[in-house]
């Protein structure tokens, strides 16, 4: 959740309760090609969010040409038919803006930051790398380096950077969550520009995308922009979704050997996909287990016992399955056996034992602090509304879903700790330094 520091300095001057009853107007409709458009109008800051959320991401791939939606979030960036090479992010910058572009296993998302006045610009903009896209061999072979360097950056030269690679590899063997969105450099390398043109033609299409704006504008005014630059871009062919059932049918233990100097283990247990009602009870446990200093986790193996340098535990919920994952660093000379047994029995205690009132408040108003703070902003509304619609198929959620957290019972986490947090279906990765890897081992 992306948070304002200035909003969260106004919030924790109000009551929660008061904060909370503030609603969020919006419009939505969709174009004749299947556009959905989501309008937000806030006339208290001089700003717009343009966003265009595209619902394929890494799990729209197929298996020896992984990386593709990634490297488009970099190839859309080099400019079209009507904008030079370069000059994108140039345009923006120039009349006072912002942009960037991120893409997941389920989407990729692009957005401009830009004064009130500027919305046109980020309208034609967006239409442009819809439409009109420039997709040549100068561009795939710049951006195929770019995404290298990004790769030996984060991944390769990141202490612990593959740790989602090596983890979804094993708990996904049949979805196309097995590989993660920075994908394959061999793949991208093999493929040909062609390949990247079907690729660009098939998911980059009106009826597979979702305009998002929120911020100071003219409604009336808008919607006619929204008509002029994207009413006449052709729909493409029915995006489907891939939904391959793919369940943990055997726990998995391994060792990863890494360039750090530091062992870890990480645990990641197969959980349902974020719209599954068990998510939000998932979420909630997250916070008992290593939200805060008071977390359970974090009191217990930072603090009391000191086998941890540092501990987490997140739900990495997507679209159709996720991964509750759980981590610790270790301390000295505790083992990455002794981190985990540890793990193992703060989780056996929530699977036994329910949480108490005053704690589960305490997860309770994080969880509502959060989520207000996560709409603290016109590029934070923008983009929560366009998930809500992709996702969940409500983009009213924006202003009811901390129902759902509400409705959760300390019962519910008990329940989900039972169900998910078992070892015959979890992934175990013990990373472990290069140099002195056998010394380290149990």
Partial sequence: MKKSLLFGALLAALPLAQAQKTQIAFEEYDLPNGMHVILH???TTPIVAVSVLYHVGSKNEVSGRTGFAHFFEHLL??????????????????????LNANTSQDRTYYYEIL???QLELGLWMEAERMLHAKIDLDGVETQRQVVKEEKRLRVDNQPYGSFTTEMFKRAFTKHPYNWVPIGSMEDLNAAQLIEFIDFYKRFYVPNNATLSIAGDFDPAQAKAWIAKYFTDIPSGPRVVQPNVQDPLVVAVVDT???????????AGYRMPGETHPDAYAMQMLTSVLSSGKSSRLTKRMVDEDRSALQVQAFPFALEQNGVFIALALANGDNTTGSLLTTIEEEIAKLQKDLIGETEFAKVLNKIEADFVTSNGSVAGIAESLANYHVYFGDANLIN???????????????????????SS???VLHYLPKPTAQSVVE
């Fill in 41 to 43: 109008q806030d006339p």
């Fill in 77 to 98: 960036f080099e400019g079209t038919e009507n904008i030079e090479r370069g000059e994108y992010m140039k345009l923006i910058q120039a009349n006072g803006g912002a």
């Fill in 115 to 117: 004064p009130s006045n």
């Fill in 256 to 266: 990863v050997y890494d360039n750090i100097q530091i062992p870890a283990v990480f």
């Fill in 400 to 422: 009811t879903e901390i129902e759902r957290y509400r409705k959760v019972t300390p019962e519910d986490i008990r329940r989900v700790a039972q169900t998910y947090l078992v």
């Fill in 425 to 427: 279906n979890r992934v």
